[in-house]
C-alpha cells in the first residue's frame, strides 16, 4: 500500500523559499510506472497542480506556467522521497500543500498525502 | 489551459435521492487513439485531501461504493450518486489530465436536506 508522508515548515516569510518534503512508501520515486506531482488548495485560487516528475529511462519534469520561474521539484531516489521548493513566496502562496500519486494505467491521483498547510507571513 | 467549470457550486438533496453533478471542459478531453476521456471526480471531505472516485469519466476506483457513478464524453460530463448517504456529505471536484497544466474545477458541495 503507497502513503505518502509529507514534512516541512508551516510558516514562510515573504520573499523565502517554501520546501516541502514528501516521503514515499510502498513504491518508488524512480518507478516507470508512476508520476509524482505536486497540489496546492485555497480557498481563492481552489485546488492548483504545481507540477510533477517522473521516471521513464530519463527524468522528467513539467511545472505549471504561472510558477514555472519560480518553482523546483526534485526526486531524491537514496532517500525515496521527492521534493517542492518555491522561491520568492508572497501571501498568495499561502495553501494547503500536497503531494499526490498517479500510477500507470489509472491517470488520475490516486494516493495523497496528508496535506501541510503553510501560511507566509511576516 | 483546459478551464473545467462545474455545476451547481452547491447541492441539498435527501437522503436516499440521486444527487447529479455536471462539468465542462473548455476542450475536448478525448484521446482519440485509445477512445479515453482523461477526467476524473473527486471527493473532498472536510479536513482530508480528495480522494480519487472515478478515472477515464466511468471507471470506479477500487472500494468506492457503485453508488458513485460517472458518465459523459469529450466535453460533457457527469458524476451520479444515486442514492445519498450521510456519508456523501463532501465537496466534489473533477479534474482533466489531458494536457498540463492539469486542472480542476471549482468544486461542488453536496449536504443533506
Known amino acids: 500500500q503507497v502513503q505518502l508522508q509529507q514534512s516541512g515548515p508551516r510558516l514562510v516569510k515573504p520573499s523565502q523559499t517554501l520546501s516541502l518534503t514528501c516521503a514515499i512508501s510502498?513504491?518508488?520515486?524512480?518507478?516507470?510506472?508512476?508520476?509524482w506531482n505536486w497540489i496546492r488548495q485555497s480557498p481563492s485560487r481552489g485546488l492548483e497542480w504545481l507540477g510533477r516528475t517522473y521516471y521513464k529511462s530519463k527524468w522528467f519534469l513539467d511545472y505549471a506556467p504561472s510558477l514555472d520561474s519560480r518553482i523546483s521539484i526534485n526526486p531524491d531516489t537514496s532517500k525515496n522521497q521527492l521534493s517542492l521548493q518555491l522561491n520568492s513566496v508572497t501571501p498568495e502562496d499561502t495553501a494547503v500543500y500536497y503531494c499526490a500519486r498517479v500510477a500507470a494505467g489509472v491517470g488520475a491521483f490516486g494516493v495523497w498525502g496528508q496535506g501541510t498547510m503553510v501560511t507566509v507571513s511576516s | 489551459d483546459i478551464v473545467m467549470t462545474q455545476s451547481p457550486d452547491s447541492l441539498t438533496v435527501s437522503l436516499g435521492e440521486r444527487a447529479t453533478i455536471t462539468c465542462k471542459s473548455s476542450?475536448?478531453?478525448?484521446?482519440?487513439?485509445?477512445?479515453?476521456?482523461?477526467l476524473a471526480w473527486y471527493q473532498q471531505k472536510r479536513g482530508q485531501p480528495p480522494k480519487l472516485l472515478i478515472y477515464?469519466?466511468?471507471t470506479r476506483e477500487s472500494g468506492v461504493p457503485d453508488r458513485f457513478s460517472g458518465s459523459g464524453s469529450g466535453t460533457d460530463f457527469t458524476l451520479t450518486i444515486s442514492s445519498l448517504q450521510a456519508e456523501d456529505v463532501a465537496v466534489y471536484y473533477c479534474q482533466q489530465y489531458y494536457s498540463p497544466p492539469l486542472t480542476f474545477g471549482g468544486g461542488t458541495k453536496v449536504e443533506i436536506k
Open positions: 477515464w469519466a466511468s
Open positions: 476542450q475536448s478531453v478525448l484521446y482519440s487513439s485509445n477512445n479515453k476521456n482523461y
Open positions: 510502498g513504491d518508488s520515486v524512480s518507478s516507470n510506472s508512476a508520476i
